[in-house]
């Protein structure tokens, strides 16, 4: 069992930034990749970025590519996304999770965290 807790939303003008921190338990955050996903009211669910278990690579959504960065630190067992130039359209609860497998590109989530809340205002 994984436990995944996000830390670091609120409320942000647009044009602002905020960083998001995703904790993890357990000895096995290193043998997962690692995703951010956002889901706005009224909206589905939907991938935001990812990160391979060693670190050396991320793929984003196109909404977000250029403004934000998925980054990790294993020996702290931490997951971030650097939000940057943030607009009213990315506010949404934003869920952290530990990807199991990726395949033909689409991640499958092992374990989600509780989600935080960011809101950009105009």
């Known amino acids: 069992q994984v436990q995944l807790v996000e830390s670091g939303g609120g409320l942000v003008q647009a044009g602002g930034s905020l960083r998001l921190s995703c904790a993890t338990s357990g000895r096995t955050f290193s043998s997962y990749h690692m995703g951010w996903f956002r889901q706005a009211p009224g909206k589905e669910r939907e991938f935001v970025g990812r990160?391979?278990?060693?670190?050396?690579?991320?793929h984003y959504a196109d909404s977000v590519k250029g403004r934000f960065t998925i980054s990790r630190d294993n020996a702290k067992n931490t997951v971030y996304l650097q939000m940057n130039s943030l607009k009213p359209e990315d506010t949404a609860v934003y869920y952290c999770a530990a990807i199991g497998t990726v395949v033909d590109g689409t991640p499958h989530v092992d374990y989600w965290g509780q989600g935080t809340q960011v809101t950009v205002s105009s």
């Open positions: 990160i391979v278990r060693s670190g050396s690579d991320t």
